[in-house]
């Protein structure tokens, strides 16, 4: 009898089973993906410009750097639980999903908004 004739025999409690398990993704790649998307998504945006202002306002360029890349970390610091919380609640196409019908509603909402005035 063959080696693997006998594995195919024994009782399926002794028979070793593989775990397949999430790979976490490369450290570099992950970092500089989110760092490209959120600096250009961040680009010319209010944030920016709000920052802009204050900093030209206040001639204390500093303490508004500290100010805004604290607010900064702090609605990242939000983004990124609620972000981790959810992915182990909905699968990641559920979660897309649900991203893309709410940035509809909100251009909805922007351009009704437009409209109105």
């Known amino acids: ?14 028979v070793p089973v593989k775990v397949q398990t999430k ?8 970092f500089t993906s989110t760092f490209i998307t959120i600096f250009l998504a961040e680009m010319g945006d209010k944030t920016q410009l709000v920052t802009l202002l204050m900093s030209a306002e206040s001639q204390s360029p500093w303490i508004v750097f500290i100010g ?26 559920t979660l897309d999903l649900s991203v893309a019908i709410l940035l509809l509603f909100i251009t909805a909402w922007l351009i009704s908004d437009i409209i109105n005035l």
């Open 1 to 14: 009898m063959k080696t693997g004739d006998r594995e195919s025999l024994k009782p399926i409690s002794q």
């Open 23 to 30: 790979q976490p993704r490369n450290f570099w790649l992950v």
């Open 68 to 93: 805004s890349a604290l607010a900064l970390i702090a609605t990242s610091l939000i983004g990124v639980s609620i972000g981790y919380w959810l992915s182990k609640k909905l699968t990641p196409e």
